[in-house]
């Protein structure tokens, strides 16, 4: 696969502010803090680089494992023994970087660091000839040493230009066959670690979406929401982001005539704690160069 300079400068700049801005972030992250003011100066501080976001920022509590953002005048605050994935998406004309870490409030360091260290043990392994299927092997194994189970239905996922899920499909548990890693290739890998079942399930709250669909629709509020979702280009965007009201009778009808894509939250069993740690990477000829780190 080749990538020329043009493009590999792009990864490396979205990279480079993915990395400085998901830092940033997360030092905003205290009790007391409100959720939605974290938020939307994260995302603000993105725009405020010139760059754009791949998806609206997931912030994610608990066992919460991803798809969580703030509502619109969202009322909560970070609490004591909170565990927060903080998942940041940056693109610079479409291409894109993915990193995400976990901020803890509580007592949860080994778990924290089962999901880090499978994540380095995993980027360690990449280069060229390397099947896909083998780095869900060494995340596996390396969560399970430190006590904890891997979230099975959750991937790290390949990265081009505007789009969030290409391929490879990079697993978090062992499994026969998957891609073979080329030079060039640009994905995420992502290991989720939880003292749960190591299974999400979809929560009935939705507050991501993405456009799958061009076709009319004649209700004003699903109007006003394709003109935020259309210069997304297929990225996710937040319900948090279309203005006026009646916006759930438009999403919801966008949804039902296949329009628009829901991202339910998506959560392990009440009561469990999720970690989550992520980074972008390009396969080199020996081995990676990671974007966001």
């Given amino acids: 696969m080749s990538m020329d300079d043009r493009v590999y400068d792009a990864y490396r700049e979205a990279g480079a502010l993915a990395r400085k801005v998901l830092r940033r972030g997360a030092d905003l992250v205290k009790e007391g803090v409100s959720l939605l003011e974290m938020v939307e100066t994260t995302e603000g501080m993105v725009i405020g680089e010139g760059a754009q976001l791949a998806f609206p920022l997931n912030v994610s509590l608990n066992e919460a494992a991803a798809h969580d953002t703030a509502m619109p005048g969202d009322e909560r605050t ?32 080994p778990l924290v660091e089962a999901s880090s ?22 995340i596996q194994s390396k ?24 391929k490879p499909m990079i ?10 890693l080329l030079e060039g290739m640009v994905f995420a890998i992502e290991p989720f670690a939880t003292t749960g079942l190591g299974r999400v399930v ?12 061009a076709r009319p629709t004649r209700l004003p509020s699903a109007k006003r929401i394709l003109e935020t979702a259309r210069p997304r280009r297929g990225l996710p965007f937040s319900r948090r982001w ?13 949804v039902r ?24 990477l390009i396969v080199t000829a020996d081995g990676c160069e990671v974007t966001t780190r």
Avoid: C, W
């Fill in 143 to 166: 969560i399970e040493e430190h006590g904890y189970k891997p979230v099975s239905n959750l991937t790290g996922h390949g990265l081009d230009r505007y789009d969030l899920h290409a």
């Fill in 117 to 138: 260290a499978a994540l380095d043990a995993a980027i360690a392994a990449v280069r060229p000839g390397v099947i896909a299927a083998d780095l869900g092997a060494i």
């Fill in 78 to 109: 970070f609490a004591r023994g909170d565990l927060i994935k903080v998942d940041l998406g940056v693109h610079v004309d479409g291409y894109i970087a993915d990193t995400a870490m976990t901020v803890d409030l509580g007592n949860h360091g």
């Fill in 171 to 180: 697993p978090n548990i062992a499994m026969s066959g998957g891609a073979v």
């Fill in 202 to 213: 979809e929560a009935p709250r939705v507050e991501i979406y993405k456009q799958v669909a």
């Fill in 242 to 254: 279309v203005p006026g009201d009646r916006v759930d009778l438009g999403l919801s009808t966008l």
């Fill in 257 to 280: 005539d296949g329009i628009l894509h829901p991202f339910p939250v998506l959560h392990d069993i009440q009561g469990s704690f999720v970690s989550q740690a992520e980074h972008t």
